[in-house]
């Protein structure tokens, strides 16, 4: 009996931090954990709007470390409060000047410290917030080559974008400074992807109908891995997101109880 209360002490510790889950948002405001492995996705909850970007902090030591933020249709920056019902903070931060930010994605970017790196589907605009709950806004130089754009990824290094040509994506690649390159359209595809999320070694994509795929956006190549079952995904992110204080509090007691246990066996 000791060794099944170890096991499920083990797996609920475990499923604390999972390097390789990739977190996505989608149209029906569901918060879903995807296993990139073998495309099942599950719910963890219903957020109390729609969200369109998501960013999970790196556990990099900051007080940020673990936060998980969304976007909103009208470019709000919020954070989510509670990981089970999905409610979502006040507006932190409003990109404003009538930007359209209804696809929006985050990147860290090392040369502004902690900040939020975003792309808007109106142009090929990046955004810095710095620190993320104040602003101020940052523009990077816009390239008038790439339409609108659909999908953002950064890895650290440079800025991944996929417009919005229909059945044919193209993939442009910008530098920090803001030069753009066109690498070429997207092939591999079965839709259009809707996000992009870098895990620290891969980007992979989530596509309009479900689908999750690896990318290698230096080659415009997409490799499906599977259907997650649910359509209309927003946006990905890989990381670490904080538990909430009464998981935390559960599984202290748990690991308590089992090492109680243990001492009176």
């Known amino acids: 009996m000791h060794k099944t209360k170890t096991s499920l002490v ?102 502004e410290g902690d900040a939020l790196v975003a792309a808007t589907d109106e142009a090929e605009t990046g955004f810095v917030i710095s620190p993320p709950a104040k602003g101020p806004i940052k523009k990077l130089k816009p390239d008038s080559s790439i339409g609108r754009a659909m999908a953002f990824g950064y890895n650290g290094t440079s800025y991944y974008t996929l417009d919005s040509t229909s059945g044919g994506q193209k993939v442009f690649k910008t530098s920090t400074s803001g030069n753009a390159t066109e690498i070429g359209a997207l092939s591999g595809a079965k839709a259009d992807i809707d996000g992009v999320a870098w895990s620290g070694s891969a980007f992979y994509g989530l596509d309009v109908n479900g689908g999750l795929y690896s990318l290698d956006l230096d080659t415009a190549k997409a490799t499906y891995i599977g259907d997650t079952k649910v359509v209309g995904w927003r946006d990905g992110s890989f990381g670490d997101p904080v538990p909430e204080p009464a998981t935390l509090l559960t599984l202290a007691a748990a690991v308590g109880l089992l090492g109680r246990r243990r001492k009176g066996a």
Do not use: C, M
């Open 10 to 111: 083990v797996l609920a510790l475990g499923g604390i931090s999972q390097a390789q889950t990739l977190y996505a948002v989608a149209q029906d405001r569901g918060l879903y954990s995807i296993d990139v492995s073998n495309a099942a996705a599950t719910k963890l909850a219903t957020l109390s709007e729609e969200a369109f970007g998501l960013h999970i902090w790196a556990g990099d030591g900051s007080p940020y470390a673990g936060t998980v933020y969304v976007t909103n249709g009208a470019g709000e920056l919020k954070s989510v409060l509670n990981l089970q019902t999905g409610q979502l903070s006040d507006v932190l931060y409003t990109l404003g000047g009538g930007t359209g930010t209804p696809d929006l994605d985050f990147g860290n970017d090392p040369a």
